[in-house]
Nanobody
């Protein structure tokens, strides 16, 4: 099973940027689809972005499309989430997921393959 460690969260002003990283252990990373989700207080965890093992199929939730970019570096077993123009709808704990599947325009997460999360805060 892939172990995941997220980092890069923090506090920024509205309009600011952050880059999240998710470091994965395990030799299967290079053949594993990856995804980012987020969970705000009192809300359910929601899909943010997903990427296939080759990096050729990035997917985004409508609310972040054009502002967030998912990428991966298989040489370093890391997946990234570049976030720009952050707004008051974006604060949440952001989680990385490994081993899910791409279904149309959605990444279906793999149960049990979650990191511990990294907090993103946006101040207006």
């Amino acid at each position: 099973q892939v172990q995941l460690v997220e980092s890069g969260g923090g506090s920024v002003q509205a309009g600011g940027s952050l880059r999240l990283s998710c470091a994965a252990s395990g030799r299967t990373f290079r053949t594993t689809s990856m995804g980012w989700f987020r969970q705000a207080p009192g809300k359910e965890r929601e899909f943010v972005a997903g990427i296939s093992w080759s990096g050729s199929t990035p997917l985004y939730a409508g609310s972040v499309k054009g502002r967030f970019a998912i990428s991966r570096d298989n040489a370093y077993n890391t997946v990234y989430l570049q976030m720009i123009n952050l707004n008051p709808e974006d604060p949440a704990v952001y989680y990385c997921n490994a081993g899910g599947s791409i279904r149309g325009n959605y990444y279906v997460p793999s149960l049990g393959s979650w990191g511990q999360g990294t907090q993103v805060t946006v101040s207006s």
